[in-house]
């Protein structure tokens, strides 16, 4: 994943269960964060539960802030959205706060996946 051994050894004592994730479920998560939706490496060091979290709940919200035309996650720019906001808060939540939109269209849109 090249991550430096600065940023693994930050990663490891951070989120120590890391070590205890799935090769595959590891190198997935990476792959559709890094590659598809542009998570830095940064962001993984200030986020690594992401790694103990579930791949399908972020490609559903990352779909949902796409087609919304929110999907932000460069913290330099305006209507920035945390790595955290994809995997930590509850539907509801994420639908409030994070995508501005109500649990009912995000539920119609999960049905169209």
Do not use: W
Not at 28 to 34: E, R
Not at 74 to 98: H, M, N, R, W
């Amino acid at each position: 994943m090249r991550f430096s051994a600065k940023e693994c050894k930050a990663l490891v004592l951070s989120q120590p269960r890391v070590l205890q994730t799935g090769r595959y479920k590891l190198l997935s998560t990476f792959d559709y964060l890094h590659n598809t939706v542009g998570i830095t490496h940064t962001q993984f060091v200030q986020f690594p539960q992401v790694f103990r979290s579930s791949l399908p709940r972020i490609k559903e919200r990352h779909q949902y802030l796409v087609k919304l035309e929110r999907a932000q996650y460069d913290p330099t720019k305006p209507g920035y959205i945390s790595l955290e906001a994809l995997f930590k808060q509850p539907d509801e939540v994420f639908c409030k706060d994070v995508a501005k939109t109500s649990i009912l269209e995000f539920n119609n849109f999960l049905k169209t996946l």
